[in-house]
């Protein structure tokens, strides 16, 4: 899955509802050349009224560009180059819960034509071992292990490596909206770190947020599924 975001504030003002949150992974199948069946893949995160993301199938990932939410609609283009010219396709669709109706207006050439589609989110499942990584101010990688459980929808867990061990505090699922808080003790007292993150898959991208000496930071992070 290639890499979507790239932002300090990956899921800030995103909405608390899930059912017009486009945060997640949908996925839909349509007819392709001599009655096969062709199934797509739609990686989306929400920033506020922003959307960015990809949309995978048998050949590559191909990021959106333009993509915004309005309420529950939602909108977004690809352009793909090909060696028999340039694809293009502008989406446009309604999300309802974990069902997102939509519909495709292609252009290939000269040639241009519209298909519909019914995409499905897939399921957030967070319980595992994921490889965690933060990327520092100087470009150096922080690693660690973030544990996940989700028991009777209730997520606990701990970030861990060599040098510390956390439990994390405060976790909240919402859709595949995940939050939660850490806390570092140390010899000039306690620093909270507020962590959100868009779980999609076997990837998570997020960012943590605090503040040390009175300045607040941001970092991004990813955790890959072990």
């Known amino acids: 899955m290639a890499s979507l975001v790239a932002c300090g504030s990956l899921l800030g003002d995103h909405h608390e509802n899930h059912g017009s949150n486009a945060t997640g992974v949908w996925k839909w199948t349509s007819e392709g050349r001599n009655n096969q069946t062709r199934e797509s893949t739609l990686t989306l995160i929400q920033d506020g009224s922003k959307v960015t993301g990809t949309v995978s199938g048998r050949q590559s990932d191909t990021k959106i560009s333009g993509g915004k939410v309005d309420g529950n609609k939602i909108s ?5 180059e090909s060696e028999r010219g340039k694809f293009e ?3 446009t669709g309604t999300i309802d819960g974990d069902q997102l109706n939509g519909a495709m207006k292609i252009t290939f050439g000269e040639r241009e034509f519209e298909r519909d589609f019914k995409a499905k989110r897939q399921p957030t499942k967070p319980s595992g071992k994921w490889g965690w990584v933060l990327t520092r101010d100087n470009g ?3 690693t660690a292990t973030l544990v996940l459980k989700e028991t009777d929808g209730k997520v606990t867990g701990s970030l861990s490596s060599d040098n510390f061990e956390l439990d994390l505090a405060k976790v909240t699922l919402t859709g595949a909206v995940l939050k939660f808080e850490t806390t570092f003790e140390g010899g000039n007292g ?11 898959g076997d990837k998570i991208m997020g960012h943590a947020s605090g503040e040390r000496d009175g300045e607040e930071f941001t970092r991004e992070w990813e955790a890959t599924r072990s």
């Open 76 to 80: 977004f283009g690809t352009t793909r």
């Open 89 to 91: 396709a502008k989406y």
């Open 140 to 142: 150096e990688n922080m």
């Open 190 to 200: 306690s620093m909270t770190i507020s962590h959100e993150a868009a779980i999609l």
